[in-house]
Protein backbone atom coordinates (compact mmCIF):
# COMPACT_ATOMS: atom_id res chain seq x y z
CA UNK A 1 0.00 0.00 0.00
CA UNK A 2 1.42 3.19 -1.13
CA UNK A 3 1.72 6.18 1.53
CA UNK A 4 2.62 8.90 -0.67
CA UNK A 5 0.54 12.00 -0.16
CA UNK A 6 -1.74 13.31 -2.35
CA UNK A 7 -0.04 16.65 -3.08
CA UNK A 8 3.09 14.99 -4.83
CA UNK A 9 0.85 12.65 -6.55
CA UNK A 10 -1.24 15.44 -8.12
CA UNK A 11 2.29 17.21 -8.73
CA UNK A 12 4.51 13.91 -10.26
CA UNK A 13 5.97 14.65 -13.65
CA UNK A 14 6.71 11.82 -15.29
CA UNK A 15 9.40 9.44 -15.78
CA UNK A 16 10.77 7.80 -18.61
CA UNK A 17 8.95 4.55 -17.33
CA UNK A 18 5.82 6.07 -17.10
CA UNK A 19 5.13 7.58 -20.14
CA UNK A 20 3.32 4.91 -21.19
CA UNK A 21 1.27 4.88 -18.23
CA UNK A 22 0.42 8.69 -19.02
CA UNK A 23 -0.44 7.85 -22.64
CA UNK A 24 -2.61 5.03 -21.68
CA UNK A 25 -3.84 7.63 -18.38
CA UNK A 26 -4.67 9.96 -21.06
CA UNK A 27 -6.58 7.79 -24.17
CA UNK A 28 -8.83 6.70 -21.33
CA UNK A 29 -9.62 10.18 -20.03
CA UNK A 30 -10.57 11.44 -23.68
CA UNK A 31 -12.76 8.10 -24.14
CA UNK A 32 -14.74 8.96 -20.70
CA UNK A 33 -14.96 12.43 -21.79
CA UNK A 34 -16.20 12.28 -25.28
CA UNK A 35 -18.02 8.89 -25.16
CA UNK A 36 -19.89 9.69 -21.63
CA UNK A 37 -21.90 6.26 -20.13
CA UNK A 38 -20.25 3.82 -22.77
CA UNK A 39 -17.98 0.90 -21.68
CA UNK A 40 -14.51 1.48 -22.31
CA UNK A 41 -12.03 -0.50 -24.94
CA UNK A 42 -10.99 -3.95 -23.99
CA UNK A 43 -7.35 -2.67 -25.45
CA UNK A 44 -7.94 0.23 -22.65
CA UNK A 45 -8.97 -2.01 -20.12
CA UNK A 46 -6.05 -4.64 -21.06
CA UNK A 47 -3.37 -1.60 -20.00
CA UNK A 48 -4.61 -0.61 -16.59
CA UNK A 49 -2.86 -0.91 -13.43
CA UNK A 50 -2.57 1.29 -10.49
CA UNK A 51 -0.84 4.14 -11.81
CA UNK A 52 -2.61 4.24 -14.73
CA UNK A 53 -5.82 4.08 -12.64
CA UNK A 54 -4.01 7.35 -10.18
CA UNK A 55 -3.49 8.99 -13.35
CA UNK A 56 -7.21 8.88 -14.43
CA UNK A 57 -8.10 10.04 -11.44
CA UNK A 58 -6.03 13.07 -10.30
CA UNK A 59 -6.31 14.35 -13.65
CA UNK A 60 -8.23 17.86 -13.17
CA UNK A 61 -9.58 17.99 -16.51
CA UNK A 62 -11.81 14.92 -15.93
CA UNK A 63 -15.46 15.70 -14.68
CA UNK A 64 -16.65 14.50 -12.20
CA UNK A 65 -19.57 12.90 -13.39
CA UNK A 66 -16.68 10.93 -15.52
CA UNK A 67 -14.62 10.59 -12.87
CA UNK A 68 -17.55 8.60 -10.53
CA UNK A 69 -18.48 6.54 -13.90
CA UNK A 70 -14.57 5.92 -14.11
CA UNK A 71 -14.54 4.72 -10.43
CA UNK A 72 -17.85 2.39 -10.60
CA UNK A 73 -16.47 0.44 -13.56
CA UNK A 74 -13.32 0.02 -11.35
CA UNK A 75 -15.23 -0.98 -8.33
CA UNK A 76 -17.68 -3.21 -10.11
CA UNK A 77 -14.85 -5.05 -11.85
CA UNK A 78 -15.40 -9.06 -11.17
CA UNK A 79 -11.98 -10.52 -12.83
CA UNK A 80 -10.90 -13.51 -10.71
CA UNK A 81 -7.48 -10.86 -9.91
CA UNK A 82 -9.53 -7.79 -9.38
CA UNK A 83 -6.36 -5.67 -10.83
CA UNK A 84 -8.31 -3.21 -11.65
CA UNK A 85 -10.33 -2.69 -8.05
CA UNK A 86 -9.16 0.75 -6.83
CA UNK A 87 -6.42 0.53 -3.64
CA UNK A 88 -6.48 2.69 -0.78
CA UNK A 89 -4.42 5.72 -2.60
CA UNK A 90 -7.03 5.68 -5.85
CA UNK A 91 -10.04 6.33 -2.50
CA UNK A 92 -8.16 8.75 -1.02
CA UNK A 93 -7.70 10.62 -4.42
CA UNK A 94 -11.40 10.46 -5.25
CA UNK A 95 -12.18 11.80 -1.99
CA UNK A 96 -9.98 14.93 -2.59
CA UNK A 97 -11.51 15.75 -5.69
CA UNK A 98 -15.28 15.11 -4.11
CA UNK A 99 -13.79 17.36 -1.71
CA UNK A 100 -12.85 20.07 -3.94
CA UNK A 101 -15.84 19.89 -5.97
CA UNK A 102 -17.71 19.99 -2.79
CA UNK A 103 -19.51 17.11 -3.31
CA UNK A 104 -20.14 15.92 0.11
CA UNK A 105 -22.48 13.31 -0.29
CA UNK A 106 -20.78 11.63 -3.12
CA UNK A 107 -17.33 12.03 -0.72
CA UNK A 108 -19.63 9.98 2.39
CA UNK A 109 -20.61 7.12 0.06
CA UNK A 110 -16.36 6.61 -0.76
CA UNK A 111 -15.49 6.85 2.80
CA UNK A 112 -18.38 3.91 3.16
CA UNK A 113 -16.74 2.03 1.03
CA UNK A 114 -13.43 2.37 2.73
CA UNK A 115 -15.02 1.92 6.25
CA UNK A 116 -16.73 -1.95 5.02
CA UNK A 117 -13.61 -3.28 3.25
CA UNK A 118 -12.02 -5.43 5.02
CA UNK A 119 -9.24 -5.32 1.99
CA UNK A 120 -8.96 -1.32 2.93
CA UNK A 121 -9.54 -0.02 6.15
CA UNK A 122 -6.53 0.37 8.59
CA UNK A 123 -6.00 3.11 10.81
CA UNK A 124 -7.28 6.69 10.90
CA UNK A 125 -3.46 7.84 11.42
CA UNK A 126 -2.80 5.63 7.71
CA UNK A 127 -5.57 7.38 5.92
CA UNK A 128 -4.91 10.59 6.64
CA UNK A 129 -1.16 10.46 6.02
CA UNK A 130 -2.34 10.18 2.05
CA UNK A 131 -3.18 14.03 3.07
CA UNK A 132 -0.61 16.63 4.01
CA UNK A 133 -2.35 17.67 7.11
CA UNK A 134 -0.42 21.24 7.40
CA UNK A 135 -1.68 21.97 3.95
CA UNK A 136 -4.90 20.08 3.64
CA UNK A 137 -6.17 20.92 7.72
CA UNK A 138 -9.94 21.65 6.26
CA UNK A 139 -10.09 18.28 4.22
CA UNK A 140 -8.40 16.28 6.97
CA UNK A 141 -11.05 17.83 9.51
CA UNK A 142 -13.85 17.14 7.00
CA UNK A 143 -12.35 13.59 6.51
CA UNK A 144 -11.52 12.84 9.81
CA UNK A 145 -15.62 13.89 10.93
CA UNK A 146 -16.95 11.76 7.96
CA UNK A 147 -14.80 8.71 9.09
CA UNK A 148 -16.12 9.44 12.64
CA UNK A 149 -19.83 9.32 11.44
CA UNK A 150 -19.84 6.52 8.63
CA UNK A 151 -17.95 4.49 11.22
CA UNK A 152 -21.00 5.04 13.72
CA UNK A 153 -23.82 4.35 11.02
CA UNK A 154 -21.77 0.80 10.22
CA UNK A 155 -21.59 -0.03 13.85
CA UNK A 156 -17.86 0.24 14.26
CA UNK A 157 -17.83 2.36 17.56
CA UNK A 158 -14.27 1.02 18.70
CA UNK A 159 -13.17 2.56 15.23
CA UNK A 160 -15.39 5.99 15.84
CA UNK A 161 -13.46 6.48 19.07
CA UNK A 162 -9.76 5.87 17.65
CA UNK A 163 -11.09 8.65 14.90
CA UNK A 164 -12.13 10.78 17.88
CA UNK A 165 -8.77 10.36 19.83
CA UNK A 166 -6.64 10.96 16.39
CA UNK A 167 -8.56 14.35 16.16
CA UNK A 168 -7.77 15.45 19.49
CA UNK A 169 -4.32 14.27 19.41
CA UNK A 170 -4.00 16.44 15.98
CA UNK A 171 -5.89 19.18 17.36
CA UNK A 172 -8.67 19.16 14.63
CA UNK A 173 -11.49 20.59 14.90
CA UNK A 174 -14.24 18.49 16.66
CA UNK A 175 -18.20 18.89 15.99
CA UNK A 176 -20.03 18.29 18.19
CA UNK A 177 -23.40 17.25 16.52
CA UNK A 178 -20.96 14.37 15.11
CA UNK A 179 -20.35 13.01 18.60
CA UNK A 180 -24.09 13.26 19.08
CA UNK A 181 -24.60 10.29 16.41
CA UNK A 182 -22.38 8.42 18.16
CA UNK A 183 -24.11 9.34 21.49
CA UNK A 184 -27.49 8.29 19.57
CA UNK A 185 -25.73 5.04 18.13
CA UNK A 186 -24.90 3.88 21.76
CA UNK A 187 -28.24 4.84 23.39
CA UNK A 188 -29.74 2.85 21.16
CA UNK A 189 -27.27 -0.38 21.67
CA UNK A 190 -28.35 0.12 25.41
CA UNK A 191 -24.45 1.01 26.05
CA UNK A 192 -25.47 3.27 29.06
CA UNK A 193 -21.72 3.35 30.95
CA UNK A 194 -19.98 4.03 27.29
CA UNK A 195 -22.04 7.00 26.15
CA UNK A 196 -22.19 8.90 29.85
CA UNK A 197 -17.99 7.86 29.87
CA UNK A 198 -17.74 9.38 25.67
CA UNK A 199 -19.72 12.13 27.19
CA UNK A 200 -17.33 12.87 29.61
CA UNK A 201 -14.26 12.68 27.25
CA UNK A 202 -15.74 15.18 24.75
CA UNK A 203 -16.09 17.45 27.68
CA UNK A 204 -12.55 16.95 28.68
CA UNK A 205 -11.05 17.12 24.97
CA UNK A 206 -12.75 20.68 24.63
CA UNK A 207 -15.69 19.66 22.40
CA UNK A 208 -18.67 22.39 23.06
CA UNK A 209 -21.23 20.87 24.23
CA UNK A 210 -24.99 21.93 23.91
CA UNK A 211 -28.39 21.63 25.85
CA UNK A 212 -28.71 18.68 23.01
CA UNK A 213 -26.20 16.24 24.05
CA UNK A 214 -26.64 17.14 28.16
CA UNK A 215 -30.50 15.40 27.31
CA UNK A 216 -29.30 12.21 25.95
CA UNK A 217 -26.81 11.85 28.66
CA UNK A 218 -30.09 12.94 30.61
CA UNK A 219 -32.28 10.80 28.44
CA UNK A 220 -30.42 7.48 29.57
CA UNK A 221 -29.71 7.95 33.22
CA UNK A 222 -33.21 8.50 33.72
CA UNK A 223 -34.62 5.54 31.51
CA UNK A 224 -31.53 3.27 34.06
CA UNK A 225 -33.81 4.42 37.14
CA UNK A 226 -30.79 6.70 38.20
CA UNK A 227 -32.56 9.98 38.18
CA UNK A 228 -30.51 11.35 41.12
CA UNK A 229 -27.57 11.09 39.08
CA UNK A 230 -29.18 12.47 35.68
CA UNK A 231 -30.16 15.54 38.06
CA UNK A 232 -26.71 16.31 39.72
CA UNK A 233 -25.58 15.69 35.83
CA UNK A 234 -27.72 18.55 34.58
CA UNK A 235 -27.15 20.95 37.57
CA UNK A 236 -23.12 20.36 36.94
CA UNK A 237 -23.56 21.81 33.41
CA UNK A 238 -25.79 24.40 34.38
CA UNK A 239 -23.54 25.35 36.17
CA UNK A 240 -21.04 25.38 32.90
CA UNK A 241 -23.32 27.91 31.30
CA UNK A 242 -25.70 25.30 29.29
CA UNK A 243 -29.45 26.13 30.13
CA UNK A 244 -31.80 23.45 30.44
CA UNK A 245 -34.51 23.39 27.32
CA UNK A 246 -38.29 21.89 27.65
CA UNK A 247 -37.13 18.81 26.24
CA UNK A 248 -34.42 18.36 29.27
CA UNK A 249 -37.01 18.92 31.92
CA UNK A 250 -39.88 16.69 29.99
CA UNK A 251 -37.11 13.91 30.34
CA UNK A 252 -36.55 14.53 34.24
CA UNK A 253 -40.26 14.84 34.78
CA UNK A 254 -41.29 12.23 32.76
CA UNK A 255 -39.02 9.64 34.80
CA UNK A 256 -40.66 11.27 37.72
CA UNK A 257 -44.26 10.82 36.51
CA UNK A 258 -43.21 7.16 35.88
CA UNK A 259 -41.79 6.49 39.67
CA UNK A 260 -44.72 8.11 40.91
CA UNK A 261 -42.27 11.06 42.85
CA UNK A 262 -44.71 13.61 44.23
CA UNK A 263 -41.93 15.65 45.24
CA UNK A 264 -39.64 14.98 42.12
CA UNK A 265 -42.27 16.20 39.94
CA UNK A 266 -43.25 19.68 41.73
CA UNK A 267 -39.61 20.37 41.99
CA UNK A 268 -39.26 19.85 37.74
CA UNK A 269 -42.57 21.96 37.89
CA UNK A 270 -41.29 24.90 40.28
CA UNK A 271 -37.62 24.89 38.04
CA UNK A 272 -39.42 24.88 35.05
CA UNK A 273 -41.05 28.48 36.47
CA UNK A 274 -38.16 29.19 37.38
CA UNK A 275 -36.25 29.22 34.64
CA UNK A 276 -39.97 30.77 32.70
CA UNK A 277 -40.16 27.79 30.22
CA UNK A 278 -42.96 27.26 28.28
CA UNK A 279 -44.88 23.56 28.81
CA UNK A 280 -45.46 21.69 25.11
CA UNK A 281 -47.57 19.08 24.34
CA UNK A 282 -45.30 16.56 25.90
CA UNK A 283 -45.20 18.54 29.56
CA UNK A 284 -49.10 18.22 29.43
CA UNK A 285 -48.68 14.41 28.16
CA UNK A 286 -46.56 13.84 31.79
CA UNK A 287 -48.86 16.25 33.53
CA UNK A 288 -51.59 13.98 32.59
CA UNK A 289 -50.14 10.55 33.41
CA UNK A 290 -49.39 12.00 36.61
CA UNK A 291 -52.84 13.07 37.53
CA UNK A 292 -53.82 9.85 36.05
CA UNK A 293 -51.63 7.16 38.20
CA UNK A 294 -52.61 9.51 41.10
CA UNK A 295 -56.60 9.25 40.97
CA UNK A 296 -56.95 12.95 40.18
CA UNK A 297 -59.24 13.19 37.30
CA UNK A 298 -60.48 16.31 37.98
CA UNK A 299 -56.94 17.74 38.19
CA UNK A 300 -56.17 15.49 34.79
CA UNK A 301 -58.97 17.15 32.89
CA UNK A 302 -58.31 20.70 34.19
CA UNK A 303 -54.53 20.35 33.15
CA UNK A 304 -56.23 19.32 29.67
CA UNK A 305 -58.69 22.34 29.61
CA UNK A 306 -55.85 24.86 29.92
CA UNK A 307 -53.46 22.97 27.64
CA UNK A 308 -56.31 24.19 25.56
CA UNK A 309 -56.04 28.12 27.02
CA UNK A 310 -52.44 28.12 26.45
CA UNK A 311 -53.15 27.74 23.01
CA UNK A 312 -50.88 24.56 22.75
CA UNK A 313 -52.08 21.73 20.45
CA UNK A 314 -52.83 18.67 22.00
CA UNK A 315 -51.40 15.54 19.78
CA UNK A 316 -52.46 12.43 19.81
CA UNK A 317 -50.06 11.36 22.29
CA UNK A 318 -51.97 14.20 24.77
CA UNK A 319 -55.20 12.14 23.57
CA UNK A 320 -53.84 8.90 24.15
CA UNK A 321 -53.09 9.27 27.02
CA UNK A 322 -56.07 11.40 28.63
CA UNK A 323 -58.56 8.44 26.87
CA UNK A 324 -56.72 5.70 28.08
CA UNK A 325 -57.30 7.06 31.55
CA UNK A 326 -61.15 7.45 31.28
CA UNK A 327 -61.16 4.26 29.85
CA UNK A 328 -59.41 2.63 33.02
CA UNK A 329 -61.84 4.98 35.37
CA UNK A 330 -64.67 3.60 33.20
CA UNK A 331 -65.29 7.31 31.99
CA UNK A 332 -66.10 5.31 28.30
CA UNK A 333 -68.90 8.28 27.00
CA UNK A 334 -66.22 10.79 28.03
CA UNK A 335 -63.19 8.50 26.07
CA UNK A 336 -65.41 8.31 22.83
CA UNK A 337 -66.04 12.40 23.43
CA UNK A 338 -62.26 12.84 23.32
CA UNK A 339 -62.01 10.42 20.28
CA UNK A 340 -64.50 12.17 18.30
CA UNK A 341 -62.55 15.59 19.15
CA UNK A 342 -58.92 14.13 18.02
CA UNK A 343 -60.62 13.14 14.66
CA UNK A 344 -62.63 16.26 14.02
CA UNK A 345 -58.75 18.41 14.51
CA UNK A 346 -57.25 16.10 11.61
CA UNK A 347 -55.64 14.11 14.14
CA UNK A 348 -55.08 10.36 12.84
CA UNK A 349 -55.53 7.94 15.99
CA UNK A 350 -52.43 4.80 16.31
CA UNK A 351 -52.38 1.98 17.56
CA UNK A 352 -51.71 3.22 20.72
CA UNK A 353 -55.29 4.93 20.83
CA UNK A 354 -57.37 2.17 19.52
CA UNK A 355 -55.61 0.14 22.05
CA UNK A 356 -56.79 1.95 25.22
CA UNK A 357 -60.14 2.74 23.50
CA UNK A 358 -60.66 -1.48 23.00
CA UNK A 359 -59.43 -1.92 26.12
CA UNK A 360 -61.78 0.58 27.88
CA UNK A 361 -65.20 -0.90 25.99
CA UNK A 362 -63.76 -4.42 26.25
CA UNK A 363 -63.86 -3.94 30.78
CA UNK A 364 -67.27 -2.51 30.03
CA UNK A 365 -68.30 -5.47 28.49
CA UNK A 366 -69.13 -3.54 25.43
CA UNK A 367 -67.92 -6.18 23.04
CA UNK A 368 -69.78 -4.96 19.90
CA UNK A 369 -68.13 -1.57 20.39
CA UNK A 370 -65.19 -3.29 20.30
CA UNK A 371 -65.92 -4.69 17.09
CA UNK A 372 -66.65 -1.25 15.45
CA UNK A 373 -63.07 -0.12 16.65
CA UNK A 374 -61.45 -3.25 15.39
CA UNK A 375 -63.16 -2.49 12.30
CA UNK A 376 -62.10 0.87 11.76
CA UNK A 377 -58.54 0.38 12.76
CA UNK A 378 -58.06 -1.61 10.20
CA UNK A 379 -59.77 0.50 7.70
CA UNK A 380 -56.82 3.17 8.74
CA UNK A 381 -54.28 0.66 7.85
CA UNK A 382 -53.47 -0.78 11.06
CA UNK A 383 -52.91 -4.38 12.13
CA UNK A 384 -54.31 -5.56 15.10
CA UNK A 385 -51.32 -6.49 17.22
CA UNK A 386 -50.86 -9.21 20.21
CA UNK A 387 -52.17 -7.06 22.32
CA UNK A 388 -55.30 -6.01 21.21
CA UNK A 389 -56.06 -9.66 20.45
CA UNK A 390 -55.11 -10.64 24.09
CA UNK A 391 -57.43 -7.31 24.93
CA UNK A 392 -60.45 -8.84 22.94
CA UNK A 393 -59.67 -12.42 24.07
CA UNK A 394 -60.10 -11.22 27.65
CA UNK A 395 -63.13 -9.22 26.75
CA UNK A 396 -65.22 -12.57 25.15
CA UNK A 397 -64.04 -14.39 27.75
CA UNK A 398 -65.46 -12.02 30.44
CA UNK A 399 -68.70 -11.68 28.99
CA UNK A 400 -69.11 -15.51 28.52
CA UNK A 401 -68.41 -15.13 25.05
CA UNK A 402 -65.48 -18.23 25.35
CA UNK A 403 -65.93 -19.64 21.46
CA UNK A 404 -65.73 -16.35 19.84
CA UNK A 405 -62.32 -16.04 22.23
CA UNK A 406 -60.97 -19.73 20.92
CA UNK A 407 -62.68 -18.26 17.42
CA UNK A 408 -59.79 -15.21 17.58
CA UNK A 409 -56.93 -17.61 19.08
CA UNK A 410 -57.16 -19.20 15.62
CA UNK A 411 -56.97 -16.04 13.39
CA UNK A 412 -54.19 -14.91 15.51
CA UNK A 413 -52.09 -18.68 14.76
CA UNK A 414 -53.33 -17.91 11.09
CA UNK A 415 -51.97 -14.57 10.85
CA UNK A 416 -48.44 -16.18 12.74
CA UNK A 417 -48.93 -13.58 16.21
CA UNK A 418 -46.92 -15.33 18.93
CA UNK A 419 -49.68 -16.73 21.39
CA UNK A 420 -47.98 -16.15 24.90
CA UNK A 421 -48.83 -17.44 28.18
CA UNK A 422 -51.70 -14.38 29.17
CA UNK A 423 -53.70 -15.30 25.40
CA UNK A 424 -53.34 -19.17 26.66
CA UNK A 425 -54.26 -18.59 30.39
CA UNK A 426 -56.96 -15.50 29.66
CA UNK A 427 -58.58 -18.63 27.50
CA UNK A 428 -58.47 -21.06 30.07
CA UNK A 429 -60.13 -18.90 32.98
CA UNK A 430 -62.76 -18.07 30.10
CA UNK A 431 -63.33 -21.71 29.87
CA UNK A 432 -62.72 -22.20 33.63
CA UNK A 433 -65.23 -19.58 34.18
CA UNK A 434 -68.01 -21.34 32.21
CA UNK A 435 -67.37 -25.00 33.56
CA UNK A 436 -65.42 -26.33 30.77
CA UNK A 437 -62.64 -27.59 33.07
CA UNK A 438 -61.33 -30.34 30.73
CA UNK A 439 -61.30 -27.63 28.08
CA UNK A 440 -59.27 -25.29 30.41
CA UNK A 441 -56.54 -27.87 31.38
CA UNK A 442 -56.38 -28.73 27.52
CA UNK A 443 -55.34 -25.31 26.63
CA UNK A 444 -53.14 -25.09 29.38
CA UNK A 445 -51.30 -28.36 28.44
CA UNK A 446 -51.53 -27.45 24.87
CA UNK A 447 -49.41 -24.24 25.89
CA UNK A 448 -46.91 -26.66 27.70
CA UNK A 449 -46.76 -28.72 24.69
CA UNK A 450 -46.02 -25.89 22.51
CA UNK A 451 -43.08 -24.84 24.16
CA UNK A 452 -44.32 -21.60 26.16
CA UNK A 453 -43.55 -21.63 29.64
CA UNK A 454 -45.77 -21.25 32.12
CA UNK A 455 -46.10 -18.52 34.82
CA UNK A 456 -47.81 -18.33 38.13
CA UNK A 457 -51.27 -17.14 36.67
CA UNK A 458 -51.41 -20.34 34.59
CA UNK A 459 -50.36 -22.57 37.21
CA UNK A 460 -52.88 -20.79 39.81
CA UNK A 461 -55.82 -21.37 37.05
CA UNK A 462 -54.86 -24.89 37.07
CA UNK A 463 -54.99 -25.12 40.78
CA UNK A 464 -58.17 -23.32 41.30
CA UNK A 465 -59.69 -25.72 38.22
CA UNK A 466 -58.25 -29.23 40.30
CA UNK A 467 -59.58 -27.58 43.91
CA UNK A 468 -63.23 -26.91 42.15
CA UNK A 469 -62.95 -30.58 41.09
CA UNK A 470 -62.03 -31.52 44.61
CA UNK A 471 -58.74 -32.88 43.52
CA UNK A 472 -57.14 -31.50 46.26
CA UNK A 473 -54.27 -33.80 45.62
CA UNK A 474 -53.21 -32.71 42.10
CA UNK A 475 -53.70 -28.97 43.39
CA UNK A 476 -51.29 -29.60 45.73
CA UNK A 477 -48.97 -31.49 43.47
CA UNK A 478 -48.84 -28.54 41.09
CA UNK A 479 -48.29 -26.31 43.97
CA UNK A 480 -45.05 -28.04 44.60
CA UNK A 481 -43.85 -28.05 40.80
CA UNK A 482 -44.05 -24.42 40.19
CA UNK A 483 -41.64 -23.85 43.32
CA UNK A 484 -39.39 -26.96 41.51
CA UNK A 485 -39.81 -24.65 38.55
CA UNK A 486 -38.43 -21.96 40.75
CA UNK A 487 -42.13 -19.71 39.95
CA UNK A 488 -42.99 -18.56 43.30
CA UNK A 489 -46.59 -18.80 44.00
CA UNK A 490 -48.70 -15.39 44.99
CA UNK A 491 -50.95 -14.52 47.42
CA UNK A 492 -53.62 -15.02 44.81
CA UNK A 493 -52.72 -19.03 44.45
CA UNK A 494 -52.19 -19.15 48.36
CA UNK A 495 -56.29 -17.83 48.46
CA UNK A 496 -57.05 -20.38 46.44
CA UNK A 497 -56.03 -23.01 47.83
CA UNK A 498 -56.85 -21.62 51.45
CA UNK A 499 -60.49 -20.68 50.15
CA UNK A 500 -61.00 -24.13 48.73
CA UNK A 501 -60.17 -25.98 51.66
CA UNK A 502 -62.12 -23.54 53.49
CA UNK A 503 -65.28 -24.25 51.62
CA UNK A 504 -64.51 -28.00 52.04
CA UNK A 505 -64.65 -27.49 55.59
CA UNK A 506 -60.86 -28.42 55.95
CA UNK A 507 -60.00 -25.73 58.58
CA UNK A 508 -56.88 -27.07 59.92
CA UNK A 509 -54.94 -27.40 56.14
CA UNK A 510 -56.59 -23.73 55.55
CA UNK A 511 -54.52 -23.03 58.11
CA UNK A 512 -51.88 -24.45 57.39
CA UNK A 513 -51.48 -23.08 54.46
CA UNK A 514 -51.60 -19.38 55.64
CA UNK A 515 -48.87 -20.07 58.02
CA UNK A 516 -46.53 -21.41 54.78
CA UNK A 517 -47.82 -18.30 53.55
CA UNK A 518 -46.83 -16.02 56.13
CA UNK A 519 -43.35 -17.69 56.20
CA UNK A 520 -42.81 -16.79 52.89
CA UNK A 521 -43.27 -12.76 53.81
CA UNK A 522 -46.60 -12.95 51.69
CA UNK A 523 -49.47 -10.91 53.81
CA UNK A 524 -52.74 -12.27 53.90
CA UNK A 525 -55.41 -9.98 52.22
CA UNK A 526 -58.95 -8.91 52.59
CA UNK A 527 -59.85 -12.17 50.30
CA UNK A 528 -57.75 -14.45 52.98
CA UNK A 529 -59.87 -12.96 55.94
CA UNK A 530 -63.05 -13.25 54.37
CA UNK A 531 -62.14 -17.23 53.05
CA UNK A 532 -61.55 -17.63 57.18
CA UNK A 533 -64.45 -15.84 58.29
CA UNK A 534 -66.77 -17.04 56.11
CA UNK A 535 -65.90 -20.79 57.35
CA UNK A 536 -65.82 -19.98 60.84
CA UNK A 537 -69.56 -18.90 60.18
CA UNK A 538 -70.63 -21.98 58.47
CA UNK A 539 -68.72 -24.36 61.26
CA UNK A 540 -70.35 -21.91 64.15
CA UNK A 541 -66.99 -20.57 65.35
CA UNK A 542 -68.33 -16.97 65.30
CA UNK A 543 -66.41 -15.59 68.19
CA UNK A 544 -63.61 -16.40 65.97
CA UNK A 545 -64.78 -14.86 62.90
CA UNK A 546 -65.41 -11.70 64.66
CA UNK A 547 -62.16 -11.74 66.12
CA UNK A 548 -60.97 -12.32 62.51
CA UNK A 549 -63.37 -9.30 61.21
CA UNK A 550 -61.75 -6.64 63.83
CA UNK A 551 -57.93 -7.82 63.48
CA UNK A 552 -58.63 -6.97 59.62
CA UNK A 553 -59.61 -3.51 60.35
CA UNK A 554 -56.62 -3.62 63.11
CA UNK A 555 -54.23 -4.23 59.70
CA UNK A 556 -56.36 -2.01 57.76
CA UNK A 557 -57.79 -4.14 55.57
CA UNK A 558 -60.99 -3.33 53.12
CA UNK A 559 -63.70 -4.89 54.36
CA UNK A 560 -65.67 -5.67 51.46
CA UNK A 561 -69.85 -7.03 50.74
CA UNK A 562 -68.47 -10.19 51.22
CA UNK A 563 -67.19 -10.40 54.35
CA UNK A 564 -69.90 -8.43 55.68
CA UNK A 565 -72.69 -10.66 54.09
CA UNK A 566 -70.70 -13.73 55.65
CA UNK A 567 -70.07 -12.31 59.56
CA UNK A 568 -73.87 -10.51 59.20
CA UNK A 569 -75.43 -14.04 58.37
CA UNK A 570 -73.52 -16.18 60.44
CA UNK A 571 -74.60 -14.06 63.60
CA UNK A 572 -78.02 -13.68 61.72
CA UNK A 573 -78.43 -17.53 62.11
CA UNK A 574 -77.26 -18.15 65.58
CA UNK A 575 -79.62 -15.06 67.14
CA UNK A 576 -77.40 -12.40 67.72
CA UNK A 577 -79.59 -9.80 65.50
CA UNK A 578 -78.19 -6.77 67.86
CA UNK A 579 -74.32 -7.29 66.61
CA UNK A 580 -75.94 -8.66 62.84
CA UNK A 581 -77.99 -5.05 62.40
CA UNK A 582 -74.61 -3.02 63.90
CA UNK A 583 -72.44 -4.53 61.29
CA UNK A 584 -75.71 -3.62 58.90
CA UNK A 585 -75.52 -0.06 59.72
CA UNK A 586 -71.73 0.12 59.76
CA UNK A 587 -71.93 -1.28 56.14
CA UNK A 588 -73.87 1.22 54.80
CA UNK A 589 -71.76 3.76 56.72
CA UNK A 590 -69.02 2.39 54.36
CA UNK A 591 -71.06 2.85 51.15
CA UNK A 592 -71.94 -0.76 50.43
CA UNK A 593 -75.10 -2.12 49.25
CA UNK A 594 -76.29 -5.27 50.55
CA UNK A 595 -78.02 -7.89 48.60
CA UNK A 596 -81.34 -10.12 49.33
CA UNK A 597 -78.95 -12.75 51.42
CA UNK A 598 -78.54 -10.00 54.28
CA UNK A 599 -82.14 -8.81 54.34
CA UNK A 600 -83.40 -12.69 54.24
CA UNK A 601 -80.92 -13.33 56.89
CA UNK A 602 -81.00 -10.20 59.31
CA UNK A 603 -85.05 -11.19 58.81
CA UNK A 604 -84.67 -14.59 59.90
CA UNK A 605 -82.09 -13.90 62.54
CA UNK A 606 -85.22 -11.64 64.21
CA UNK A 607 -86.94 -14.78 64.79
CA UNK A 608 -84.17 -16.91 66.17
CA UNK A 609 -83.90 -14.57 68.23
CA UNK A 610 -87.52 -14.45 69.58
Not at 93 to 117: C, G, P, S, W
Not at 432 to 452: I, P, Q, T, W, Y
Not at 462 to 470: A, N, S
Request: glycine share 6%.
Amino acid sequence: MSTKNLSKIFNTTSSSNSISNQQIADNIIKTLIESGAKPLSKSLISNLNPQVTQLVLSNPKLPIHSLLGFFKFLQNDQSPASQLKPNLTAHATLIYRLYQAKKFAEMKKVVNLFVIDDNLRCPVSNFVDLFEIGQNREIVEKLCDMLFRVYVDNGFFDEALMVFDYMHKCGLNIDERSCMVLLVAFKRSNKAKILVRFFRRMVECGVEVTVYSMTIVIDVLCKLGDIKTAEDFMNEFVARGVKPSVYTYNTLLNAYVKKKDFGGVDKVLRLMGEDKVEYNAATYTNLIEWYGCSGRMKEMEKVFDKMHERGVEADVKVYTSIISWKCREGDIKRAFSLFDELIGKGLVPNAHTYGAMIDGVCKAGQMEAAEILVRDMQSQGLDVNQVIFNTLINGYCKTGMVDEALRLQGVMKKKGIEIDETTYNTIACGLHKVNRHEEAKRVLFDMSEKGVLPNVVNFTTLIDIYCKEGNFDEAKRLFHKMEEKGIKPNTVTYNIMIDHYCKAGKLKKAHKVRDEMRARELRPDEYTYTSFIHAECVYGELDEALRMFEEMKGKGLVQNVVTYTAIITGLSKKGRSEEAFKLYDEMMEAGLTADDRVYISLVGGLHTSS
